[in-house]
Nanobody, 117 residues
Framework: QVQLVESGGGLVQAGGSLRLSCASS????????MGWFRQAPGKEREFVSS????????SYATAVKGRFTIARENADNTVYLQMNDLKSGDTAVYYC??????????WGQGTQVTVSS
């Protein structure tokens, strides 16, 4: 069983930065693809970024490319999302998720990111 715990959300002004963290309780992320998703009020959950834990390959949504960076830390089994140049459109609840195989099977509880303009 993989339990994911996000942290690092908060309120920030437009142009500012935040770093989200996702830690695992229960097992290592080895063999998984780890991802970040977000859901804004009244909108569907959308993909933000992912990283292959073993090989380090990354992927980004067009809306965040060049501003967000996903990274992993093997030592503490944590995946990060560095978010720079934040915009009001980035306001959402951000979720960490784990994919082992073909589906995003495990999800964290979410962390709120609010960007004020």
């Amino acid at each position: 069983q993989v339990q994911l715990v996000e942290s690092g959300g908060g309120l920030v002004q437009a142009g500012g930065s935040l770093r989200l963290s996702c830690a695992s309780s229960g097992r290592t992320f080895s063999g998984y693809v780890m991802g970040w998703f977000r859901q804004a009020p009244g909108k569907e959950r959308e993909f933000v970024s992912s990283i292959n834990w073993t090989f380090g390959q990354t992927s980004y949504a067009t809306a965040v490319k060049g501003r967000f960076t996903i990274a992993r830390e093997n030592a503490d089994n944590t995946v990060y999302l560095q978010m720079n140049d934040l915009k009001s459109g980035d306001t959402a609840v951000y979720y960490c998720a784990a994919n082992y195989g073909s589906n995003w099977a495990y999800w964290g509880q979410g962390t709120q990111v609010t960007v004020s303009s």
